[in-house]
Structures are given as structure tokens and as C-alpha cells.
């Protein structure tokens, strides 16, 4: 999948995590990173980024970095970072998730269907 769309997609496993199940693996703690020295949302801002987040239900925004486009959506069940140039998930992928992904990876990221 990464080679065909140029991304790389890693699994995460975060240290002192609960017992990971099988059925789990590629559901949470994913990266999936696009255009890697990215700096700023384009053709979008953030604020129409977080604006689609919103349908989500975040407790709250955080930034992730000075001078740099990218924030945290933090929920009760985890958090998801979105950068210009990728996206971590640190929570379980719902449909509402991949709805929100869905959005995210056409419209900011510009990756079209096959």
C-alpha cells in the first residue's frame, strides 16, 4: 500500500501500553506519513483541518508545534496528531475516524482513490 501511493504506514507500540491484541493491530497506534517535510496545510488551512475534526467530538485542541501548522485532537479514548505532512492515531479507528481520514487524505493531502 505504501509504495503505491508513495506514503509509509508504520504500526506504533507504545511503552506501557496494555496487551496489544491481534485483532487490533492496523485498528490503532498507526502512522501514516504523506509528505514528510510539509510545513503548512495547502490547499486548506488548519483551521478548516480542525473545522472537519470537529464532527469528532474532541475534548480539546492542542498545537503541536511553533511555526508550524499541526495539532492534537484530544478525545477520552486518546488523541489523534494531524500534521501537514502526516497523521498519528493514538486511539481506535472508527467510522467516524476513516470518515474524517477519508477527507483528510483527499482533500489536504491531495491522494485520490485508485
Given amino acids: 500500500m505504501g509504495q503505491r501511493y508513495g506514503i ?8 506501557g501500553h496494555l496487551e496489544l491484541q491481534m485483532q487490533d493491530l492496523g ?3 498507526l502512522s501514516i506519513l504523506v ?19 470537529e464532527q469528532l467530538k474532541p ?7 511553533r511555526n508550524q501548522d499541526g495539532f492534537k485532537a484530544q ?12 497523521i498519528h492515531l493514538w486511539c481506535k479507528i472508527t467510522p467516524e475516524v476513516l470518515q474524517v ?4 487524505f483527499t482533500n489536504a ?6
Fill in 35 to 53: 509528505h514528510r517535510r510539509q510545513e503548512k496545510f495547502y490547499p486548506f488551512s488548519e483551521e478548516d483541518v480542525k473545522r472537519v475534526f
Fill in 59 to 65: 475534548l480539546r485542541f492542542e498545537p503541536l508545534m
Fill in 27 to 29: 485498528h490503532q497506534d
Fill in 101 to 104: 481520514l477519508d477527507w483528510l
Fill in 75 to 86: 478525545f477520552s479514548n486518546g488523541r489523534i496528531d494531524c500534521l501537514p505532512g502526516g
Fill in 109 to 114: 493531502y491531495g491522494l485520490k482513490p485508485a
Fill in 8 to 15: 509509509v504506514v508504520q504500526l506504533n507500540f507504545p511503552p
